[in-house]
């Protein structure tokens, strides 16, 4: 890692630094290329999982208490993957080589698009949904509440996937 005079550095980039510095020897052996793409995965099917919850819970609302395992595994299994990839998703630009860069523009461009439309689809189910009175209120609130929750975190996990998948390649022989 390059590390810059304390003075010329903006606040960013100071509390970027600041993260390496604390995190930089963490998690060693899940720094691998097989590991980062376990993670990877691990996020995805969290999310996964999180969605069958919340669509199970407008049916059978008891299965709700399972998000709080959930959450837990999400917020576990991203911080990890975040420490692995040494928070390359949310660097400053100047930490980046043009190729990183490249790639975590484009994954940003993807989590935004993913991010407003979802969200965009959730309020329109919300607004006609109540305009109708369709199904059980407090349930679809709840279901949709969820998704959005999910897609958010769906917006956060791409460009982490995106540095991970970067790095690898990276780290190809070939």
Known sequence: MTTHRVDTLSRS?????KMQARTEGSLPSWRTPARRR????????SLAIMAAIAVAGYFWFPIIL????????ICVVWTML????????????RYLD????????????????LVTGGLFVISMVLIFGSSFEIGDGHRLAYLMGGLGII??????????????????S?????
């Not at 376990?38 to 099917?45: D, H, K, Q, S, T």
Request: glycine share 2%; aromatic share 8%; no cysteine.
């Open 66 to 73: 399972a998000w709080l395992p959930m959450t837990v595994v």
């Open 151 to 168: 897609t958010f975190l769906a917006g956060a996990v791409i460009p982490a996937a995106a540095m991970s998948r970067a790095m690898d």
């Open 82 to 93: 975040r420490v692995s990839i040494d928070s390359k998703d949310t660097a400053p630009a």
């Open 38 to 45: 376990l993670l990877v995965r691990l996020n995805w099917a």
């Open 98 to 113: 043009e190729f990183e860069m490249a790639t975590l523009l484009q994954a940003r461009s993807r989590a935004l698009s």
């Open 13 to 17: 980039e100071y509390r970027f630094e």
């Open 170 to 174: 990276a780290d190809d022989p070939a």
